[in-house]
């Protein structure tokens, strides 16, 4: 589990967890935290069952989106099923005991917290999210349940580095027509016509852009495999499936 010390208090637990520490095999060894994926689901309710207990919780009170890369946010007002969960990328709460987790397995995972207000949330930011305005709606929706933009502390967990990342000629285009300033976060891959995109400075950017200075805790998914799961990775490969990593950040009951 990789701490941020922005987000160290006495009101918050928080951890990214990387993909060692638990019981799952093969493809999915061994964190892996998504019901998403192959592995057999008991498997999968004792790995979030471990995580949750690294943050003094219990399993139930660990909580995730059924997640669709949009920029809907939810307010958690009490844990839920695996099958009720919602259909979003950003969760909110004001409850204490209840974990915010996101599920990734290249893209960003954003915590965030107020503690003096005591609101937490959580996001998960691929580049569809991340461009919608996933870190915009969650920050809104905790100024809206209490914090203050000021007090706002974040981090962005292990994602897919520029390095690992190359997209083709299209890609960059909704980017710079929403923010040409994005253009910083493009730099030429070797096959012509292609980039190499920094998802990770994205979010980053995103934040600041809201006068948020989060910290980047850093990691590239797809080149460490000892650490991480990474979807870019299994496709690379030609693999018929990938685990998911959760990353996740309660208040102390």
């Not at 099958?83 to 969760?91: F, L």
């Not at 915590?111 to 005591?118: C, F, M, V």
């Amino acid at each position: 589990m990789i701490t941020a010390e922005c987000l160290i208090a006495d009101d918050l637990r928080h951890g990214f967890f990387t993909r060692e520490g638990g019981v799952s095999e093969g493809l999915y060894a061994s964190l892996n935290c998504g019901f998403g994926s192959g592995d057999a689901p008991e498997k999968v309710v004792e790995n979030r069952a471990r995580a949750a207990a690294a943050l003094g919780l219990r399993g139930e009170s660990l909580v995730t989106c059924y997640q669709i890369h949009s920029a809907s946010v939810v307010v958690v007002e009490a844990p839920w099923t695996r099958e009720a969960a919602p259909r979003a990328d950003g969760m909110v709460t004001t409850r204490p005991g209840i974990a915010l987790g996101v599920l990734a397995a290249d893209c960003a995972p954003v915590l965030l917290a107020d503690p003096d207000a005591r609101v937490i949330g959580a996001c998960h930011a691929g580049w569809r999210g991340a461009l919608s305005g996933v870190v915009d709606a969650t920050l809104a929706e905790m100024v809206r349940q209490g914090a203050r933009a000021a007090r706002i502390a974040a981090a962005v967990g292990p994602a897919i580095g520029a390095a690992s990342y190359e997209v083709g000629p299209e890609f960059p285009a909704p980017f710079l027509a929403e923010d040409p300033g994005t253009a910083n976060h493009f730099r030429p891959a070797a096959r012509a016509g292609h980039y190499l995109f920094d998802l990770p400075a994205y979010v980053l950017r995103r934040l600041a852009r809201l006068g948020i200075g989060a910290h980047y805790i850093g990691g590239d998914t797809a080149a460490d495999e000892t650490r991480f799961f990474s979807y870019r990775r299994t496709c690379l490969r030609g693999e018929r499936d990938y685990g998911r990593l959760i990353s996740a950040i309660a208040l102390r009951e």
